[in-house]
């Protein structure tokens, strides 16, 4: 099922790697395109079986269907989804829909999980606007290993607002999952983390796209949509083009920008998206341009004598990892995608909040905890009451990055203090991820006018989360 060819890599594909050292021949598999699937009358098998993991080896995959991520949902806004799950896994399991705001009995609480045989049946109504969203496995303790082996997928929902922005669709519009992953000398994907990475998270040194090793899709001289979603258990990904282009970013979390804006890499840290234009026109036929995860030095590493030991290594965070390979198959001559304007995004006056609430993410001594308490999925933690606005305070003093991500709300990042002391494009619209890195402060404004129930905010560093980095909050 996987077409293969081989793409020789020059030496600067490796991170730091000295100069002259001879090319290195990557393998690489056509890009798996999931089915799209209408959310009506849906059954998702969640079940374990062996996928492609290099060549000639095969790694043992989680997912929902027979592919190596599950099929992708994409709904409209206004639809309702009926989806059964079926656990066919040895393991209990629930799925979670990352973004969309769903009632608290169709959100994937650990607590709702399935012993191996069980189905549990979803409806909800899509009442979010447009945007890359996807879904995933959310049990206790075991969200990290499940997600990493591959229980998850793409929710894409459409709306008027975007059909009318006439942006690239059909094979123009290419959506991925990228996640990094260990493999052993057998061929098998590894989640154990031990150790230090029982602190820092677990970091593979293998890209996986739609749960495809080293990736390629054949693009035209064209405009292109280009979706990410990072579904890694720990790596913050630096996106950006071999070839140095800027891309245009158009959306983030929840859906569209106030407007387009260029940008020469995007930062994605675990469950974050970025929704991209990229340009391939100007690109000769026969070449291949690589989005790839470019190295950076975390700010964390620095002092902690790590930047040069870990920094460059393969596979830690912050080192270089090519995710998806374009090769330029097709030329086309075509009038070029004119941008209309955006649909507005009012602005949250942070003034109505009626109370703000402090959040500190603490990783000390093999604990991972907010305000010093791990999860207990019968305790409530806080109650905001349904209607009103307030202001989260994220707090991270630790030494390692928290991406926090909230259920049932998309929230509108208003400052960030400490640390890198800004606000980058891509956290500007709507976002349920933000990225906290060491020593920062961000501040979110957030309204809680949909459901009421009991839903999840959480450190979407999977090690973290599954260690109790997470805690309930009810909308009473
Ligand atoms: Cu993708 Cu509870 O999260
Ligand atoms: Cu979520
Ligand atoms: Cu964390």
Not at 248 to 275: F, K, Q, Y
Not at 423 to 434: A, I
Request: charged share 20%; glycine share 10%; with cysteine.
């Amino acid at each position: 099922m996987h077409r293969r060819d081989f793409v020789a890599l020059g030496a600067a594909a490796v991170a730091g790697a000295p100069r002259l050292r001879a090319p290195r021949r990557v393998e690489r598999n056509a890009l798996w395109r999931p089915p799209e699937l209408a959310p009506t009358d849906l059954v998702l098998r969640a079940n374990a079986h062996a996928i492609h993991s290099g060549p000639g080896t095969t790694g043992t995959a989680m997912t929902l269907g027979d592919g190596p991520i599950g099929p992708t949902l994409r709904m409209r806004t206004g639809d309702t989804a009926t989806i059964r799950l079926q656990n066919d896994l040895a393991e209990s399991t629930i799925l979670h829909w990352h973004g969309l705001r769903v009632p608290e009995v169709a959100d994937g609480h650990p607590r709702l999980a399935i012993a191996p045989g069980a189905h549990y049946d979803y409806r909800f109504e899509v009442i979010d606007r447009a945007g890359t969203y996807w879904y995933h496995a959310h049990p206790h303790h075991r969200t990290g290993e499940q997600v990493y082996r591959g229980m998850t997928g793409l929710l894409l929902v459409e709306d008027a607002a975007e059909r009318a922005l006439e942006l690239p669709s059909g094979p123009r519009e290419i959506a991925v999952l990228v996640a990094d992953r260990r493999v052993d000398g057998t061929g098998e994907f590894v989640y154990d983390p031990v150790g230090h990475e029982r602190m820092e998270g677990t970091f593979g040194n293998v890209a996986f796209a739609n749960g495809t090793r080293d990736a390629v899709v054949d693009v035209d001289t064209a405009l292109h949509r280009l979706r990410v979603v990072n579904v890694t258990a720990a790596r913050i990904t630096r996106l950006a083009l071999s070839n140095g282009a800027a891309m245009t970013l158009i959306g983030v979390d929840g859906g569209l920008l106030p407007a387009p804006v260029r940008v020469d890499h995007v930062d994605l840290a675990t469950g974050e998206r970025a929704d991209l234009l990229v340009d391939f026109s100007s690109v000769p036929v026969g070449e291949t341009v690589t989005l790839r995860s470019i190295a950076f030095t975390p700010p964390y590493q620095r002092g902690m004598g790590m930047g040069g030991m870990r920094g460059g290594e393969a596979g830690a965070q912050g080192a270089a990892l090519d995710l998806l390979a374009f090769r330029v198959a097709r030329a086309v001559r075509e009038k070029p995608w004119v941008a209309r304007p955006f649909p507005t995004i009012a602005p949250i006056d942070p003034s109505t909040a009626v109370t703000t609430r402090e959040f500190n993410f603490v990783s000390r001594m093999m604990s991972h905890s907010i305000n010093g308490r791990e999860f207990d999925p019968d305790r409530m933690d806080v109650t905001v009451k349904h209607g009103t606005t307030e202001l989260w305070r994220f707090i991270n003093p630790s030494m390692f990055p928290h991406p926090v991500h909230l259920h049932e709300a998309q929230f509108q990042v208003l400052s960030r203090t400490g640390g890198r002391a800004q606000l980058f494009p891509w956290e500007r619209g709507w976002k349920d991820t933000v990225l906290v890195y060491p020593e920062e402060t961000v501040d979110v404004i957030v309204h809680f006018d949909a459901h009421r129930g009991r839903y999840l905010m959480h450190c979407h560093n999977l090690v973290h989360e599954d260690m109790g980095m997470m805690w309930n909050y009810e909308i009473a």
